[in-house]
């Protein structure tokens, strides 16, 4: 009995270590290579996130979108930048974090600029407390 359950025990355990490997490893294409599943101006964007939240996420979240707008602002951190579109009349924002490689591009810009960004869309979020609509793009790069 007790080996019976040594060896399923061990066999969990590979089975949990193998699937440990895989989401460690996972790559993904290089997002300037891949296809946008769909093209939006920003303020759209951001209006249709703030009308229906729940139906926005379930089209957009995990898709590729180029999304065309003004940049907000940029933030740079140590190893990373982010770049910001907001809607000044609610407050509300798009953040889109860029892939390392695109850093150097990302130095030319400045805040007021026009661009065309592509990402992996993390989904909106809604903040009760500030009426805001955030939604996050990871992967991005400038188009």
Do not use: H
Not at 3 to 8: E, F, G, R
């Amino acid at each position: 009995m007790k080996k019976k359950l040594l060896v399923a025990g061990s066999v969990l355990a590979l089975i949990g270590i193998a699937i440990a490997w895989y989401l460690f490893t996972l790559t993904f294409d290089d997002t300037a290579t891949v296809k946008a599943d769909f093209s939006v101006q920003a303020d759209a964007f951001m209006k249709e996130f703030l009308a229906d939240e729940k139906q926005a996420n379930a089209k957009y979240t995990e898709k590729i979108i180029s999304v065309a707008g003004l940049i907000s602002s940029i933030e740079k951190a140590d190893s990373s930048i982010n770049i910001k579109m907001s809607d000044s009349t609610t407050g509300s924002y798009i953040i889109f974090a860029l892939q390392p490689e695109q850093q150097v591009k990302a130095a030319t810009l400045k805040e007021g600029d026009a661009v065309k960004i592509k990402g992996s869309c993390s989904g909106g979020t809604f903040s009760n407390i500030l009426e805001t609509e955030s939604i996050t793009f990871k992967r991005c790069v400038i188009e």
